[in-house]
Every structure is written in C-alpha cells, then in structure tokens.
C-alpha cells in the first residue's frame, strides 16, 4: 500500500521539511556522479557500519577511522538506490508538513534529527556485527510517523494498492494505514532474529525505534499556547 495523500492542511510552509529533502536528494544525485568506487568508500565513511562501533579493530583493519558516532547523523542524509529515495521523500512530503506545522521550524529539525539517532542506535543494538552500511532517512522519518499516529489518528489517508498498476485508490484513516505499517516493521524484524540465515536488505529495528522514539518524545516537542497564537 502506497501513501498518495492525507487530508490535513498545514498553515505554513514546512521550510524545515523541505530543506531535508533538498539535501537528501542533493547528496544522492551528487554521488550518482561519482565513480561507483567512491561511492562505495563514501558510503561506507558515512553511512552507519554497526560493526565499526562494536569492533573498533575491525573498523581499523578495514580503513574506517574513528567518527565520534558521526555517521548515525550523516547516514539519515544517504540512499542507497532511486526507490529508496524516492520512498523517502514521498513520505516527507506527505507527513512530515503537518508535524512541523504543529512543532514549528526548530523543533521539528530537532524531533527529526533525534528520532534519526535513536533509529540508528536502536539498529546498531539489535546489529551489531553488521558490516553493511546503513543509511537513509526512514529511521527518522518513523519518528514523524509515530508523532502523526498520535497527533492525527483519524486524519484520512489516501492509499493507492498496486494490484498490476491498476488505479486502485480508496482511503484509510491513519490509525490503521500506520497500524499496519508498526506490524510490518515489526514482523520483518523480528523474523530476521528468529530465523537463522535470514538476512535483511531493510534496516527494520531502525524504522521501529524511530517510530517508538516519535510516539514518546513528540509532546515535548509541540508548540505551547503562545506559540500557537503567534
């Protein structure tokens, strides 16, 4: 199921929000003109490597210097192919402009940088041996998420299901467009850890503790009274 539209209606421009997908998508097409070796070794200094933090000697032998955990923020900021990109930013822009319009410009930048750090931790903790990259932007993007469920549960959302490319469209509220977006994060995960030789192509712990991080943190992180009337 494809997210197409909702139906809240932001009151300014999320200039925040679009900010992040210029970088993002700036970055990709930056790189694309790269070599394909200098992608691959940029990748690797800046996307997430949890074996780098759990086995500093593995990192040494392998050429990754010591980042001060660096790159669980520069890591939100890369993507590995078109889908995935493309992936992301849709969900950016269909989103992630009500949550910054209820937080406003710096404290959305803060949510979403925050639930992106515990994303990636939460992916280095249940990974740790892990020598692929992990990169991309949905581990935060799960935190927007996890604050939309709570701030817009009845928002309507309108669902495109690609049944061989036929335009099938009907609406869902969000409650169960992202109830049963948290079940598929949590079924996948969880049967990597379950079934030995099961290997994931998604970093599916990082999209779950986005969302977690999000559900939580996000009342800290609205407009007060004042704010709100301004």
């Known amino acids: 199921m494809i997210p197409i539209r909702d139906n809240i209606l932001s009151k300014k421009h999320p200039y925040v929000s679009w900010g992040i997908m210029g970088v993002c998508i700036s970055i990709f097409l930056l790189m694309k003109l790269m070599p394909l070796e200098v992608q691959r ?27 001060k955990y660096l790159s669980f923020v520069t890591s939100l900021f890369l993507h590995g192919g078109w889908i995935h990109i493309v992936f992301n930013m849709w ?44 990169v991309g932007a949905s581990g ?25 490319f036929l335009p099938i469209f009907f609406e869902l509220p969000a409650i169960s467009f992202l109830g049963f977006w948290v079940i598929m994060q949590i079924y996948k995960a969880t049967t ?32 007060n009274e004042e704010e709100v009337e301004e």
């Open 41 to 67: 070794q940029l990748t690797y200094l800046y996307g997430m490597v949890p074996i780098r933090y759990s086995n500093p000697q593995w990192a040494a032998a392998f050429g990754l210097p010591q980042d």
């Open 91 to 134: 969900f950016i822009w269909i989103f992630a402009n009500s949550i910054e319009d209820r937080m406003g410009h710096i404290k959305f930048l803060f949510f979403y940088l925050i639930c992106g750090l515990i994303a990636m931790f939460t992916q280095w903790y249940f990974e740790k041996e892990m020598i692929i990259p992990v």
């Open 140 to 164: 935060a993007i799960a935190g927007v998420l996890g604050a939309y469920l709570f701030l817009y549960p009845y928002a309507r959302v309108v669902i495109w299901f690609p049944l061989f």
């Open 192 to 223: 990597v850890l379950v079934f030995e030789g099961v290997t994931a192509d998604v970093a599916w712990w990082a999209h779950i503790g986005g969302f977690v991080a999000g559900s939580f943190l996000y009342p800290l992180f609205l407009k």
